[in-house]
């Protein structure tokens, strides 16, 4: 091949790359420019590195293939003698360090905004569970605080092939997160037991949740909608299915939601002073296990062991009803039983121990009240 | 560098190597040494091989198919672990072993007893990690960096042996650093002086400092959490009054300055190839020793740039994002050199300078992407998706696995006395370089646009990528058999090889026959 072949190949290539490039579907390619003013600064900034990234590869990239095109021993190449040149040397360290400057200058702004927090305008704790978000709405009077938690909504059938996948396969939840729009939102993360992220890359927050530590985020965001995230640091066997969704709304819908969720709330101690029929309580039962138990000790109560025990016919089922309440609300120290007194209110927790001293064949015939579920536990505080 | 050899053959018979396989048992020869280091690396390369392809196996499709996920994470802490500690790390180790003493004039290792016994831990090592698989509960799956409390109070029981195979490791590590710098700081032949050493030589004196630096941090970590998890402290747990976040300060101290022991060998390395098919000089010799140095100190003082999410103050950031921009400076002078080295030369495409080409251009874009997960803003985006995954994975895969593969075949005539198949080994870096891109490019964009690192299943806007990224790693994987075929072929025969091997190599390991005997230079050379 003589060289101006070679030079016409060397022009012709990144020519049709560039071409192929610009034909190619950009959708979903990369970050999202996101809905508030910081994730657009730092879509920015990721684009403004990119490009520098580019504009530094093409000469360096450049050179080398030029090189290895033309100075090739095939061609009769003979090499040169030349090393050594304290000019070209600190000119190619100080470039470099100019580049840095003019990356890190414009970094360290949008960090600096990123760390202002004004006064927030809405508290929201987010708690990480062994694979859940809990979300508690702040007030100062504590009657009027909002809890619930938050997870996958996905089916088993859908994870295990079984059905269809749904548009938003591992990405949907049972209960989102609702927040006004043009507010500010302060997010209180923290977590109960290992280290998860919260991470909704539309607001460009991404905050690790760490055990006896409440870290502090805010957002403010631009656009009604539903945004959807993941948690972002390894947690356990489920870290890939506890999605965080957040549908932010007009202030308006926004205290409309707020003042349901705090009527349910008071529907909700009502009813913990209600006695209950076994019945009530095994149809409450099996829907608060299948949500919270059933990814560990199975739907069908057979567990994993030895990680996580079966409950058929265990010591635990066949001891008495008040060490089995202890172990559902305080948990088990050491092990990956949570202390679901911090996350079901007394019916639930009710509900869910009676049930599982009587579905699947165990028929133990005994049941727990919510008011005594509510005796164990400021007993216990 | 010009060299005149006094070379004796000692034709003494007692001076071989033993017979049968206690030899390879007892060897305190630095060339059987380290053939014993590459052939572990290679077994272990293709058992963390085996891992990853599970999990991209896994990850073909969406949905759970193949693994549950708590296998799944359990194959993410053996791949990692078993890949850094048992590929790539033993891999310099038994490339150092054969190449330092020879290329110092030295006759062997400094301490060859203790490089025996640094050694034949490590198998004793990787079967107590292994033997985690079959254990009740389950093999350690809180990934390679094994972060508290998923690593303490949430830990499979398994966990324990992990410790203690960890312990070893390091160990071993620490041995082999001391046994380089005592061989290179008094062993070399006269004439050599510091500044006169192959670069290759220069890197692993600072890596092996680097070793003895951070091997005593990692077993000072899993030591806390063997007394975390048997003896009742709560360094880590927050519930006794500890600090989880200590733990990654900790880890990170050893796991910063841990990826630079993986990549400074490999520019000694690429430094010693591209100037032989070249047929040029290293273009600056001097600022690539002093790059060397300013890296492995940078390594020190950047660890946090891992954390940016823990909740730092934003001093803290700020200062962690400007000292790792700082890097890039000594690294670009290191690239600028390899490509001004290329510059007019006359230059050949052997397998060797393929490889290390390679290295320049994949680790080059594994740095712009390292770059850009220094800026702290924007690493909010990146951290814990598949962009980091792609970032590490470009600086290890073709980074340091390419520089150890270029090794190979570059003194491999020297090690059999053959020449290999070149034929084959184009065919292999051909398959390798495209399916290396092919299993990491597209996991830039699946972590863009939102995909979290270390999971079993995914979202579908997902599939596209995780299906190029599984095809390419079939790709890249069972073309290392090509590899394995292509080594065994070399050992077996083949065309003879010269002592120079290769027209533009220079160093005084060129200067003993091929094969090199089982003992060179008892008299030292003497280098001018």
């Known amino acids: ?381 | 560098m010009s060299a005149v050899i006094h070379e004796h053959t000692h034709d003494d018979h007692h001076h071989g190597p033993d017979k049968g396989l206690l030899r390879w048992v007892f060897t305190t020869n630095h060339k059987d040494i380290g053939s014993l280091y590459l052939w572990l690396s290679f077994s272990m390369f293709m058992l963390g091989g085996a891992f990853a392809l599970v999990i991209r196996s896994e990850l073909f499709v969406p949905g759970l198919q193949l693994v549950d996920p708590n296998f799944f994470n359990q194959m993410t802490t053996l791949h990692g672990l078993v890949m850094v500690f048992g590929a790539v790390m033993p891999a310099f180790v038994g490339l150092a072993n054969w190449l330092v003493p020879m290329m110092i004039g030295a006759p062997d290792m400094a301490l060859p007893r203790m490089n025996n016994y640094s050694f034949w831990i490590l198998p004793f090592a990787f079967a107590l990690l292994a033997s985690t698989l079959l254990m009740d509960g389950g093999a350690p799956n809180f990934g390679w960096t094994f972060y508290a409390p998923l690593s303490t109070e949430y830990a499979p029981p398994s966990v324990t042996y992990f410790i203690f195979a960890v312990h070893l490791m390091g160990i071993s590590s620490i041995m082999g650093a001391i046994n380089v710098i005592v061989t290179i700081l008094n062993l070399r032949a006269p004439g050599m002086t510091m500044m006169k050493m192959p670069l290759f030589v220069w890197t692993w004196l600072i890596t092996a400092f680097l070793l003895i630096a951070v091997m005593p941090v990692l077993a000072g970590v899993v030591t806390m959490m063997l007394m975390d998890i048997h003896f009742g402290t709560s360094f880590f747990n927050a519930g006794g009054g500890g600090d989880p976040v200590l733990f990654q300060h900790v880890f990170w101290f050893f796991g910063h300055p841990e990826v630079y022991i993986m990549i400074l060998p490999a520019f000694g390395v690429v430094s010693a190839i591209i100037p032989a098919f070249a047929r040029k000089r290293l273009f600056g010799y001097d600022s690539m020793v002093y790059a060397t140095a300013s890296i492995a100190f940078l390594s020190f003082i950047v660890w946090a740039h891992h954390m940016f999410t823990v909740g730092i103050p934003i001093a803290g950031e700020l200062y962690f994002m400007w000292a790792t921009m700082l890097i890039a400076i000594p690294t670009g002078v290191k690239v600028f050199n390899w490509v001004a080295t290329m510059w007019q030369g006359s230059m050949t495409f052997e397998t060797p300078m393929l490889f290390a080409i390679a290295f320049v251009i994949l680790f080059t874009i594994g740095g712009f992407s390292g770059l850009m997960l220094a800026i702290t803003p924007a690493d909010f985006q990146y951290h814990d998706t598949y962009f980091v995954v792609a970032h590490f994975h470009y600086v290890l895969v073709p980074g340091s696995v390419f520089s150890i593969m270029a090794a190979v075949y570059y003194w491999l005539p020297k090690w059999t006395g053959y020449m290999y198949d070149e034929a084959l080994g184009k065919a292999h870096f051909w398959l390798s370089f495209i399916g290396v891109n092919l299993t990491f490019f597209p996991m830039h964009f699946s972590g863009l646009a939102g995909m979290p690192r270390r999971i079993p299943d995914y979202a579908l806007q997902f599939a596209d990528y995780n299906m190029l990224s599984s095809v390419g790693s079939y790709l890249f994987g069972f073309s290392q058999l090509i590899f394995l075929f292509l080594i065994i072929k070399c050992i077996r025969g083949g065309e003879k090889a010269t002592a120079q091997v290769w027209e533009g190599a220079e160093g005084l390991e060129w200067t003993v026959p091929s094969p090199a005997p089982y003992h060179t230079f008892s008299t030292p050379p003497e280098v001018k």
């Not at chain 1, 529907?267 to 409450?284: P, Q």
Request: glycine share 8%; aromatic share 10%; net charge negative.
């Open chain 1, 1 to 381: 091949m003589d060289k101006t072949r070679r030079l016409g190949w060397l022009i012709a290539l990144p020519m049709l790359m560039l071409a192929s490039l610009a034909q190619a579907d950009w959708g979903q390619l990369n970050m999202t420019e996101g809905v508030t003013s910081i994730s657009r600064q730092v879509y920015d900034l990721h684009m403004y590195i990119t490009w520098i990234c580019v504009i530094i590869a093409v000469p360096v990239f450049g050179a080398m293939f030029f090189s290895m095109f033309m100075h090739r021993k095939s061609l009769g190449a003979q090499p040169a003698s030349f090393h050594e040149n304290t000019r070209l040397e600190i000119a190619w360290t100080l470039i470099p360090t100019l580049i840095l400057i003019a990356i890190g200058w414009p970094a360290t702004k949008v960090l600096i905004d990123m760390y202002e927090a004004g006064e927030p305008d809405v508290n929201i704790e987010v708690r990480g569970y062994q694979w859940k978000w809990q979300y508690t709405y702040l007030a100062d009077n504590p009657a009027e605080e909002v809890q619930f938690m938050s997870s996958l909504l996905t089916s088993q059938d859908e994870i295990y092939n079984r059905t269809s996948k749904g548009e938003f396969y591992l990405l949907d939840v049972d209960n989102p997160l609702v927040v006004p729009i043009n507010k500010r939102i302060r997010f209180l993360v923290t977590s109960s037991d290992v280290i998860h992220s919260w991470w909704v890359p539309a607001f460009a927050v991404k905050k690790d949740a760490i055990p006896g530590f409440v870290h502090e985020a805010w957002t403010i965001i631009d656009e009604p909608g539903i945004y959807r995230g993941q948690c972002a640091e390894l947690c356990g066997k489920d870290h890939g299915f506890m999605p965080v969704v957040v549908r932010a709304v007009e202030q308006s819908e926004y205290d409309a939601w707020l003042s349901e969720q705090q009527s349910a709330a008071r529907a909700a101690s009502e009813a913990s002073g209600k006695v209950w029929t076994m019945d009530e309580l095994m149809a409450k039962g099996e829907e608060v296990y299948n949500r919270n138990c059933g990814m560990c000790h199975m739907p069908n109560g057979t567990g994993m062991p030895p990680a996580f025990p079966s409950l058929i016919n265990s010591p635990l089922i066949q001891g008495d009803v008040a060490g089995h309440a202890d172990i559902v609300i305080n948990g088990k120290a050491g092990t990956a039983m949570q202390a679901f007194g911090a996350q079901l209110n007394p019916a639930e927790l009710a509900a869910v121990i009676t049930y599982e001293r009587n579905a699947w064949g165990n028929n133990r015939g005994d049941m727990i009240q919510p008011s005594e579920v509510m005796e164990m536990m400021s007993a216990g505080q």
